[in-house]
């Protein structure tokens, strides 16, 4: 008789364990990253869509709070108010404050400059002596940070993609590294169309890159949370559900 009890109080324990999962917001902190995240987006684009629908999935509801790229890594780190940051490369010093999930994104890096300068890019050897644009807070993978280290280039980091393409226009800067469909978004919404048929980019990516949705050491759940969007993100992929998101970026949905 006294498997009765416990069975109950293990259905309990369990139901009110299902119940603490289901409709918990998780507060998620992002920064500007358009066409991918963009506050101003449907959705707030494609990639905050994904990850929207696959915390849904797992029973949570999220809410995401944006702010400038440059504080977003502390705040998320270190404040404990939020329960993940969305979208990172991999960089191993990042281990030591967050777990990273599997990828969510390939982004592919290309450089923009001026038509009128006819200047070849396509492979990093070819930009040594250059001065490059950059945003603050971001890194352009191992190979060019290190040029930068190194001497090979300079770089001037500044806030905005907008303000990196008028430094581009004004002859401030030789190129800019940027995602290729963030850069191609800007120039659609920041520019004028006059000023932003006066651009180009390079055809040959110099970093094809993954990036993750990142998970704070100093939550208690963060490893909970990573491998139950990893699961739905795996399922996503498997159902070709996936990649619906980024085909209905390419049809103007966002």
């Known amino acids: 008789m006294r498997l009765i009890p416990l069975l109950a109080l293990w259905l309990f324990l369990t139901c009110q364990s299902a119940l603490a999962t289901q409709g918990r917001v998780l507060n998620i902190i992002v920064g500007e990253w358009p066409p991918f995240v963009s506050k101003q987006s449907k959705q707030h684009g494609p990639v905050a869509h994904l990850i929207r629908d696959l915390f849904k999935e797992a029973g949570y509801e999220v809410k995401f709070h944006f702010a400038p790229w440059g504080r977003v890594y502390s705040l998320a780190a270190n404040s404990q108010l939020y329960d993940a940051t969305a979208v990172w490369m991999h960089k191993p010093e990042r281990e030591q404050d967050f777990l990273f999930s599997e990828a969510v994104l390939q982004e592919q890096f290309v450089f923009f400059s001026l038509k009128s300068r006819q200047l070849r890019a396509e492979r990093l050897e070819q930009i040594v002596g250059m001065r490059l644009g950059g945003d603050i807070a971001y890194s352009y993978g191992p190979e060019l940070d290190k040029m930068v280290a190194d001497g090979k280039v300079t770089q001037q980091k500044v806030t905005d993609v907008k303000q990196n393409f008028g430094k581009l226009l004004r002859g401030r800067i030789d190129l800019y590294p940027q995602e290729l ?9 920041q520019l004028d169309p006059a000023s932003a048929a006066l651009i180009t980019h390079s055809q040959t990516p110099f970093l094809r890159n993954d990036s993750f949705v990142m998970f704070p050491r100093k939550m208690p759940d963060s490893a909970k949370l990573r491998d139950q969007f990893n699961q739905q993100l795996q399922q996503t992929i ?3 559900r ?4 980024f085909n209905r970026l390419a049809q103007g949905a966002y």
């Open 242 to 245: 996936y990649q619906t998101y």
């Open 181 to 189: 469909q963030v850069g191609l978004a800007e120039l659609r919404s």
């Open 238 to 240: 498997a159902s070709g």
